[in-house]
């Protein structure tokens, strides 16, 4: 990555990393958009970098900056990339005046002509009268990437919108995760569908990071926090609590489908929402004879039924039926206040769905 940017990693363009992979070019797209952002407020646009900067943006449809469309074919040679990559609005000024188009090729060893040296100065120019009054706090640079740490809103956006998973087995989590489960992969679909759900919007953080945890397979359940700490109780918490003897190990499959507790509760809840007891392959996979919006809104019921177990687990507290339900309708009702449309095809989709079981 920094052999891409000439030497800085923060130089590098959508374009560097265009035959890399969509996870690197969501990131690098990311943080060119914050690039913008922190160039236009407190003066910051005199200490960054102006080559593919959007804030530089000039002209009809903003369609000129400096990129490579900037200059001929004649004037961007590969040995000058690196000279580009490194403006800064200061090295192109001189006792407070703009350099002229001989001053800058002679500065820099290049030969730009007189029609793209006045595409740079009218972006220069535009860019000092926009942002050079402009004062205010700023987010820096160690903040923006401490947004970049694991489970953060900006990465989970850059994971599910990015990844392209037309081959399944390209994506090691997806394996992983249906492995412990000892079930077979579904559709790419669907595969969307489930990993782009810690994306919502109108889904509450806590729930957003319980999903992303659980589809990366870094819940802390027994089975994995005892490789961590080996004082730690790795039973299932539910069966503890019932006296269960002997106490089964807590895994992903156990605490959210083998365990007697739940596997009761999930019954009973499954009738009362749906009408019928859910399957694991429905539960987990979404094996729904549904189109991609219903199985996204009955993905995102099924991850709040997911995350009150869960959420139950961490307090110790003994679930019972009402209790799930009464929790689960706390959430969607949170749910249906921001999102009206999910909420109509929710309760059309489950009434589909016990017609179609009865039937």
């Known amino acids: 990555m920094t052999d891409l940017g000439d030497g800085n990693i923060l130089n590098i363009t959508e374009e560097d990393v265009k035959e890399k992979g969509n996870i690197f070019k969501g990131i690098v797209r990311s943080y060119n958009s914050f690039k913008a952002g922190y160039t236009k407020i407190n003066r910051n646009y005199l200490s960054v970098t102006l080559w593919y900067n959007d804030a530089f943006r000039i002209g009809k449809?903003?369609?000129?900056?400096?990129?490579?469309?900037?200059?001929?074919?004649?004037?961007?040679?590969?040995?000058?990339?690196?000279?580009?990559?490194?403006?800064?609005?200061?090295?192109?000024?001189?006792?407070?005046?703009?350099?002229?188009?001989v001053q800058i090729n002679t500065?820099?060893?290049?030969?730009?002509?007189?029609?793209?040296?006045?595409?740079?100065?009218r972006i220069l120019v535009l860019a000092e009268r926009k942002y050079g009054k402009n004062t205010g706090n700023s987010l820096g640079i160690n903040e923006y990437f401490d947004n970049f740490k694991k489970g953060s809103k900006r990465l989970r956006k850059v994971l599910s919108t990015k990844f392209n998973l037309k081959k399944q087995g390209e994506f090691r989590q997806v394996l992983t995760h249906f492995n412990v489960l000892n079930m077979a992969k579904p559709e790419v679909n669907v595969i969307h569908i489930l990993y782009g759900a810690w994306n919502s919007n109108f889904l509450p953080n806590t729930i957003k990071t319980f999903i992303f945890k659980l589809m990366s397979n870094t819940l802390g359940v027994g089975a994995r926090v005892i490789h961590i700490n080996e004082n730690t109780d790795a039973g299932c918490t539910y069966c503890s609590i019932m006296n269960t003897?002997?106490?089964?190990?807590?895994?992903?499959?156990?605490?959210?489908?083998d365990c007697p507790v739940v596997s009761k509760i999930l019954k009973g809840v499954s009738r009362h929402y749906l009408g019928f007891e859910i399957s694991k392959d429905e539960f987990f996979g979404l094996n729904f004879n549904l189109n991609n919006w219903e199985l996204y809104c009955i993905n995102n019921f099924l991850n709040i039924l997911k995350y009150v177990i869960w959420n139950n687990k961490l307090r110790k507290k003994l679930i019972t039926a009402n209790l799930v339900i009464q929790e689960v309708d706390f959430h969607l009702e949170y749910i249906f206040g921001v999102n009206r449309k999910l909420a109509t095809t929710l309760s059309l989709m489950r009434h589909y769905l016990i017609t179609k079981r009865r039937g």
Do not use: C, M
């Open 61 to 101: 449809g903003i369609t000129a900056w400096l990129s490579r469309d900037l200059f001929r074919e004649d004037e961007l040679g590969i040995e000058n990339i690196s000279v580009y990559r490194t403006w800064k609005i200061p090295d192109l000024r001189e006792n407070d005046n703009w350099l002229s188009r």
């Open 107 to 121: 500065k820099f060893n290049i030969a730009i002509s007189q029609e793209t040296y006045h595409k740079l100065h």
């Open 245 to 257: 003897r002997p106490v089964p190990l807590e895994t992903v499959q156990h605490i959210f489908w």
